[in-house]
């Protein structure tokens, strides 16, 4: 029993991981990054080539990765969703062709990501971090599982905190109700963006570096499997929450593991769906949300 | 140039399947929609098509099959969709797709796993797909001459505006998605008819990265932008000299690019060409009369 609470909170902490950066740039910037499962793998990637240039311990990697991750949705904000924001003649009409635009950076990434993987599965190496068990409390867990938890909601309490208290964060909120307002009173949009959509970078490619040693493989489609869980973890948790995010995430894999046990490890994909299709069916605007302007 | 047509045949043949999907996209598109639905209902069809055929079914009785079932669900999927707004409606069709990436993919029984169907007859030649293709594209071309069409025009340039002249939003989403599922399934049926097989790959994801090249490059002005767009695609990995794991680069990098640069596409450009001649041409009528005026 106390196994299968492990398993729904390393899985958890990955949507968590995952889905908090996708929601924040969605809720804040209009942006539905669908290039975030491959943020997610390119966070793995670069883990995987600079290891493969020496050896080095997670404690560096991992940093260096997110910086990577992150790195690479700063240049899609400076790339593709800033320029096509400012040709917009409002905010709502950007928020389609930079959702198009995000499947053409995702493209581009899976193809180099193919490429250099040549279509195999890759595993990152076993000196950068050496898997053991270990026991907390009576359970017993892998380090790296306790890892992810660990920065899952050590993470997702820093930033929810951040952006509820800090000058920052308000003007976060304020941008997410209306950018031109927000002009006016003296916040740049513009770097806000760069900050929000760096943040939501560095967070799934932290994700992506400790589940590809979670499961000790990764390969090019790594992060495409995650969309549908977040896009599940998002309609639970509203648009743009980052506490609901939090929670969704675990909601659904607390129900994602219960129905591996009772139903059978089909199920485990059809969960998400289903819970997106009833949610929305029942509360349009998701379980937890709240009207546009309490949000985030 | 008979000989030039026999040795690309398929080359051909698959271009006139992929406009079909390319209008598939573009229909739901004009109405400001963002859906890639378009590329769940030919994996339905297609699979569909696939199976039937393994029990020879006569090929007609197929594709009357693969309409009413996508017909059924696209409706099915429309009255859902249409509860939601914008990027909601997109990541709800998004996770259709990829639910149905995981069933196929899971149910080897059925759909042959990654592997996928192969060694089916062959239904349909070029020149029966270019008649099929004919046809859609008149029938699409009085549908936006016709009144629902305008009405549907009308959306794609202000919203707010086409409610207020009593267009009801709403209900043409709920036709442009119906439409566009018929579209895709009709499609996908015939993608199998031409190539005798489906394989898990035609779900996933290089297929919406190929559905939205055709359209953004294409363009969603008129019903030729997606003939132009299916047209470049189908000989892109002819035209790129360079090996064909790229493409998925590519087509990424074209994807951005005309949206930041063109977002109105080919179609849109050509629109401008002809408004740009035709002011030309009056301009200079004018001038040819105004010495006859001053003389008189």
């Not at chain 2, 470049?232 to 990995?237: D, G």
Request: proline letters at 2%; aromatic letters at 8%.
């Amino acid at each position: 029993m106390s196994g299968y609470f492990v398993d729904a909170m390393i899985l958890g902490s990955i949507y968590a991981l995952f889905t908090v950066g996708l929601s924040l740039s969605w809720g804040i910037l209009g942006v539905l990054n669908l290039a975030h499962g491959s943020i997610f793998m390119a966070g793995a990637l670069s883990a995987y080539m600079i290891t493969s240039a020496g050896a080095l311990p997670l404690a560096v990697v991992l940093p260096a990765s997110m910086l990577v991750s992150g790195g690479l949705v700063v240049l899609m904000e400076l790339v593709a969703f800033r320029p096509i924001r400012r040709r917009a003649a409002n905010p709502l009409a950007a928020e389609l062709p930079m959702a198009i635009a995000s499947v053409g950076v995702s493209s581009v990434l899976v193809a180099f990501a193919n490429n250099f993987t040549a279509g195999y599965s890759l595993s990152l190496p076993q000196d950068m971090f050496t898997v053991s068990s270990i026991n907390i409390l009576g359970l017993t867990i892998t380090n790296i599982g306790a890892l992810i938890v660990v920065f899952a909601i050590g993470l997702t309490v820093a930033l929810g905190l951040y952006v509820a208290r800090s000058r920052q964060g308000r003007a976060l909120k304020v941008i997410a109700q209306d950018s031109y307002v927000g002009g006016l009173l003296g916040i740049s949009m513009n770097r806000l963006a760069l900050g929000t959509m760096f943040i939501s970078g560095a967070l799934a490619g932290c994700g992506g570096v400790l589940f590809s040693i979670h499961v000790n493989s990764m390969h090019a489609y790594m992060g495409e499997a995650l969309l549908l869980k977040a896009f599940a973890v998002i309609v639970v948790g509203g648009i743009g929450s980052i506490w609901g995010a939090a929670i969704g995430a675990y909601v659904l894999a607390a129900a994602e593991v219960l129905a591996v046990v009772s139903v059978g490890v089909g199920m485990r994909d059809v969960v998400a769906f289903v819970l997106i299709i009833v949610i929305l069916l029942a509360r349009p605007q998701g379980l937890l949300s709240k009207r546009k302007w309490q949000r985030s | 140039m008979i000989s030039w047509l026999a040795y690309y045949d398929d080359v051909i043949g698959h271009m006139f399947v992929l406009m079909i999907l390319a209008f598939s996209m573009y229909v739901v598109m004009r109405v400001g929609v963002f859906s890639v639905a378009s590329i769940g209902f030919w994996a339905i069809a297609g699979y569909g098509a696939a199976i039937a055929d393994q029990y020879d079914v006569p090929p007609l009785l197929i594709v009357g099959g693969a309409l009413l079932v996508s017909g059924v669900f696209g409706l099915l999927l429309a009255l859902l969709a249409v509860r939601l707004s914008g990027l909601s409606l997109t990541m709800v069709t998004i996770a259709f797709v990829l639910l149905l990436q995981v069933i196929v993919l899971n149910w080897e029984d059925v759909t042959g796993g990654s592997l996928g169907i192969f060694g089916l007859p062959v239904h349909i030649g070029t020149y029966g797909l270019l008649a099929v293709v004919i046809v859609v594209a008149v029938l699409l071309a009085l549908y936006e001459r016709g009144r629902t069409g305008r009405a549907q025009d009308s959306l794609l340039h202000d919203e707010q505006l086409a409610q207020s002249v009593g267009i009801d939003i709403r209900r043409q989403r709920i036709v442009a998605l119906t439409l566009s599922a018929l579209l895709g399934g009709l499609a996908g049926c015939l993608n199998v008819f031409q190539t005798g097989m489906m394989v898990s790959n035609e779900v996933g994801f290089h297929v919406v990265v190929d559905a939205l090249t055709m359209v953004i490059l294409g363009g969603t002005a008129a019903w030729y932008g997606p003939v132009i767009g299916a047209a470049i695609l189908a000989w892109l990995p002819q035209m790129l000299s360079f090996a064909d794991e790229w493409r998925l680069a590519v087509q990424g990098v074209i994807i951005v690019v005309v949206l930041v640069f063109a977002p109105q596409g080919a179609a849109g450009l050509i629109q401008r060409l002809a408004r740009g001649v035709a002011a030309k041409r009056r301009s200079s009528l004018l001038k040819r009369r105004e010495p006859q005026d001053v003389s008189a």
